[in-house]
């Protein structure tokens, strides 16, 4: 059966941006309930604020639509969703300069606690804090990468090609965030701390 006569939700993504090229809402809304979450999960842990992850989640989809007849099918379409939020949110965070809400996914995804006693839960909670806080000192584009790398598990060169900039940029945010981690750790903890392997 060819891509005409299939459902839109068995379609691939260049069938898809075709339908979308030549105005099919529906098309878009197969795509967009495809990568939502992805695309939504950047935003937010750049923009830090569940209201503004959402017009980015909405505004990324528009591009995408207003776009679709010049993007190259053949290339995976999740890595240019992904640089159109992390811009967007770069954007909204400079804009609104947004901090309030915490990291939780990071701290969460970098610090899962291996035991389920009381104590230790409660001394993952007051460690989850601690990288909350440092968390909130560190920049949008040091935030996209730590998404990007540790919660959607892409490779640096990955990484470094969805938001177009240098492999050694990615590897120096990464350095920087786990500098900044480990020394509040440290601070709080005590410098016999064992930390995560991550850091």
Not at 14 to 24: C, E, K, V
Request: charged share 20%; glycine share 4%; net charge negative.
């Amino acid at each position: 059966m060819s891509d005409a006569g299939k459902p839109l939700a068995s379609c691939d993504d260049a069938a898809l941006l075709q339908h979308i090229a030549q105005g099919q809402i529906d098309a878009l809304g197969v795509i967009f309930l495809r990568y939502q979450r992805q695309v939504y999960q950047l935003a937010l842990g750049i923009t830090r604020e569940a209201e503004t992850a959402e017009e980015v989640l909405q505004d990324t989809f528009y591009r995408l639509y207003a776009h679709a007849g010049t993007l190259d099918g053949t290339q995976p379409l999740l890595p240019w969703l992904y640089r159109v939020a992390a811009n967007l949110a770069y954007n909204c965070a400079r804009r609104r300069r947004l901090w309030t809400e915490p990291f939780n996914a990071v701290a969460e995804r970098l610090f899962a606690p291996a035991r389920r006693s009381p104590e230790h839960i409660a001394e993952q909670h007051e460690l989850q804090a601690v990288v909350r806080a440092v968390l909130d000192d560190l920049p949008p584009h040091h935030r996209a990468v730590l998404v990007l790398h540790y919660l959607e598990d892409y490779s640096i060169p990955e990484v470094a090609t969805i938001l177009d900039c240098p492999e050694g940029t990615v590897k120096s945010r990464l350095y920087h965030a786990r500098k900044l981690l480990k020394q509040q750790l440290q601070r709080h903890y005590g410098t016999g701390t064992v930390l995560p392997d991550v850091l």
